[in-house]
C-alpha cells in the first residue's frame, strides 16, 4: 500500500511525533546502562549532625559550603509533584546548612536564621561573597507562590533574613544564578539575577505531560531588580534546570534531553527598554550521560561541574517511591563530570556510584584552589567531600 500526497504527510507527522520524546526516553532510561564506582575512595560523607540530608544545592564561599536541606523532601516534592504527607502530620522546615569543609575533620552544622520564613523549603541557592548573600528559591508548602528569599551572611556566621521576592513570572524556579555588576542593584543592594523555571505548566497532570512528551516550553527568567520585573531571556528548554557561570558566560542544563548549553552574555544597564538589556547569544551545546541537574561554575579554573542522575528513569522511580528502602525499588544513582568549555575535550567524569554508596546527586560543587569537590544528594543522608 502507497501512500501519496495529504496521507502521506500525516502518517510522516504521526510518526515524528511518536518518535522525538522516544528517542529522549530511551536515553533516559538507560535500560541496560552499568553505573560503576568512580572517585569513592577520595570522599568523606559528612552525616552529622542530624538533619544534613536530602539537599539540593551546594554553594561555596571562602572555604565554606553552604546547602539547601530540605528532610520533607523524604515525602514531598513540588518539582516532581508527590505529596505523602497524611493530614495533620507535622511538616520539618528546611534549612541553610554550613560545612567548614576545609577543617580537618570538615564540620558541618544547621545555621541560625534570623527572622526566617516559617513555611520554608529551599531549592536552588545562590551566593555573592563581595555583597554578603545568599539567595534562596523557596518552595513554600502552605501556597502556591515560589518566592526567592534574600539573606545577608552576618559577621558571626548566621543569616539574617532580608526580603521576599516574588513576581507572577516566577513560577516554578529550580536555579538562581546573580548579576556581580553594582549596576544593576536595587537602592538596597538586592542584586539582578537570573533563574530557571524547570516547567511552563504548574498542576500535575500537565507537568507529566510536558516531561512525557519531552516538551520545550521551559525557560530560563531575568530579575532586573532595579525596577521588580522579571522576563525570558532563554526558552525553548525541556526542563531548564541548573544555571550557572559569570556576568559575561552563562550555562544552563536541559535535564530531559541531557545536555548543557552555554551563552554570551552581554548586559546593557543604560538601556531604557529593559527587554533589550540583557543580550543573549547561543555558543555552544554539550551532551552529557545523565539527566543533568545542577551546575556550578569555578571561576578560578575555568570548569563547569554538572552533577546529575545517569539512570533517569530510576531515579523517578525512586523519588516516586513512598519506601526506598525496598529492593524492587531501582537505587537512583549518582554521577558527577567537569567540563573545561574552553577547551576541545569532552566532558570528564570525577565521581560516580550506582546509588549504593551515595544516591542522587544534585550537586557537584569545585574548590580548584584546596582541592576539594563537594557532592549534594536529593535523597540521600550527608554530604561528600571529596580530594581532587
Given at each position: 500500500m502507497f501512500f501519496t500526497g495529504n496521507r502521506l504527510w500525516v502518517v510522516v507527522g504521526a510518526i515524528s511525533i511518536v518518535a522525538y520524546p522516544l528517542y529522549y526516553l530511551i536515553g533516559l532510561a538507560s535500560i541496560n546502562k552499568v553505573v560503576p564506582s568512580i572517585g569513592k575512595d577520595t570522599c568523606a560523607k559528612i552525616v552529622s549532625p542530624e538533619g544534613l540530608s536530602f539537599c539540593e544545592d551546594i554553594v561555596l564561599g571562602n572555604g565554606v559550603a553552604y546547602a539547601s536541606c530540605d528532610p520533607a523532601r523524604e515525602k514531598r516534592n513540588k518539582v516532581l509533584d508527590y505529596n505523602y504527607f497524611s493530614e495533620g502530620e507535622t511538616i520539618p522546615s528546611g534549612n541553610i546548612w554550613r560545612i567548614d569543609y576545609t577543617s580537618t575533620p570538615p564540620k558541618s552544622k544547621p545555621i541560625s536564621t534570623y527572622s526566617k520564613p516559617s513555611d520554608f523549603h529551599p531549592l536552588g541557592l545562590a551566593i555573592d561573597e563581595e555583597r554578603k548573600l545568599i539567595l534562596a528559591i523557596n518552595l513554600p508548602f502552605d501556597s502556591e507562590k515560589a518566592l526567592i528569599e534574600v539573606f545577608s551572611i552576618e559577621d558571626d556566621g548566621n543569616l539574617l533574613h532580608k526580603r521576599t521576592i516574588q513576581h507572577e513570572n516566577l513560577y516554578t524556579p529550580n536555579a538562581v544564578h546573580i548579576v556581580d555588576d553594582h549596576k544593576w542593584e536595587a537602592s538596597d543592594g538586592t542584586p539582578s539575577f537570573y533563574f530557571s523555571n524547570d516547567h511552563y505548566y504548574q498542576k500535575k497532570l500537565l507537568k507529566m505531560l510536558e516531561n512525557t512528551a519531552i516538551l520545550p516550553i521551559s525557560n530560563v527568567m531575568f530579575y532586573d531588580a532595579r525596577s521588580n520585573n522579571a522576563y525570558p531571556v532563554i526558552g525553548g528548554l525541556s526542563f531548564a534546570n541548573g544555571i550557572s557561570g559569570n556576568d559575561s558566560t552563562l550555562f544552563v542544563s536541559e535535564c530531559n534531553k541531557r545536555r548543557v548549553h552555554q551563552?554570551?552574555?552581554?548586559?546593557?544597564?543604560?538601556?531604557?527598554?529593559?527587554?533589550?538589556?540583557?543580550?543573549?547569544?547561543?555558543?555552544?551545546?554539550?551532551?552529557?550521560?545523565m539527566a543533568v541537574d545542577n551546575l556550578e561554575y569555578d571561576r578560578v579554573s575555568g570548569i563547569l561541574v554538572m552533577a546529575g542522575h545517569p539512570k533517569g528513569l530510576d531515579f523517578i522511580r525512586y523519588a516516586f517511591a513512598r519506601d526506598r528502602s525496598l529492593q524492587s525499588v531501582p537505587k537512583a544513582g549518582s554521577l558527577v563530570m567537569e567540563w573545561n568549555s574552553s577547551s576541545q575535550s569532552a566532558p570528564k567524569v570525577v565521581f560516580s556510584d550506582d546509588g549504593h554508596y551515595y544516591a542522587a546527586s544534585s550537586t557537584g560543587a569545585l574548590d580548584s584552589q584546596n582541592g576539594k569537590l563537594l557532592v549534594s544528594s536529593l535523597y540521600d543522608h550527608g554530604i561528600l567531600v571529596c580530594d581532587v
Open positions: 551563552y554570551n552574555i552581554t548586559l546593557r544597564p543604560h538601556e531604557k527598554d529593559e527587554t533589550k538589556a540583557v543580550h543573549v547569544d547561543y555558543l555552544q551545546t554539550v551532551d552529557v550521560d
